[in-house]
């Protein structure tokens, strides 16, 4: 059975900085392609970030225009695990994170299929 799961959300202030993670289970994770997506309050689930499977030693990461150069993906997968490092955090990136995989491609826009999903966890940013 495949499993994504979530952690390391929480309560931050504007300006400071988070790390969630997605840890895989069930799954050859190094044959996926590995994404974040976010639900805010009152919107819909958008592309976040996606980083490719590694191939000689290097993954190729693509970001949403609204968290380039803030966010940073990345993936070990001598772990099984995803990350999302989330620097100078924003009110507007309150929302629920969630982890996809696909043996394919992550899409960065809608809709949104990806083989598996994670149940999701909350960032919240307080101005």
């Known amino acids: 059975q495949v499993q994504l799961v979530e952690s390391g959300g929480g309560l931050v202030q504007a300006g400071e900085s988070l790390r969630v993670s997605c840890a895989a289970s069930?799954?050859?994770?190094?044959?996926?392609?590995m994404g974040w997506f976010r639900q805010g309050p009152g919107k819909e689930r958008e592309f976040v970030a996606a980083?490719?499977?590694?191939?000689?030693?290097?993954?190729?990461?693509y970001y949403a225009d609204s968290v380039k150069g803030r966010f940073t993906i990345s993936r070990d997968d001598a772990k099984n695990t995803m990350f999302l490092q989330m620097n100078n955090l924003k009110p507007e990136d309150t929302a629920v994170y969630y982890c996809?995989?696909?043996?394919?491609?992550?899409?960065?826009?809608?809709?949104?299929?990806?083989?598996?999903w994670g149940q999701g966890t909350q960032v919240t940013v307080s101005s």
């Open positions: 996809a995989a696909d043996s394919s491609k992550i899409p960065n826009n809608g809709p949104y299929e990806c083989d598996y």
């Open positions: 069930g799954l050859t994770f190094s044959r996926y392609v």
């Open positions: 980083i490719s499977r590694i191939t000689w030693s290097s993954s190729r990461t």
